[in-house]
């Protein structure tokens, strides 16, 4: 995986063309030359796109009212036991 490159926002303003181009090979992540904020990263279109698609496949969160069926019964089971034989630690 290629190296995040840093750059202060005013050279990256400056030379935006240059870092539009850096950006195809590797993200550049821009930050406030006073306060060291960072403001934000420059990603070329495919990366993207890429991260779009990811986001598209992670889960998201719903109210409890919108639980299908199938998942609140799997919910409902009970959770298996990993670690029997540290039970123990937990009496008294």
Known sequence: MPK???VSSSEFAGKFGQWSFN???APVKVVNNKTGN???YFVSA???E???ELRDLLPRAAPAWEISAESA???EKP???LRPELDRLMED
Do not use: K
Request: glycine fraction near 4%; aromatic fraction near 4%; hydrophobic fraction near 50%.
């Open 4 to 6: 995040v490159q840093n």
């Open 23 to 25: 950006a195809q090979r």
């Open 38 to 40: 960072v403001l934000g």
């Open 46 to 48: 495919q990366e993207f």
């Open 50 to 52: 890429a991260l779009m």
């Open 73 to 75: 019964a799997e919910l």
């Open 79 to 81: 959770l298996p036991r």
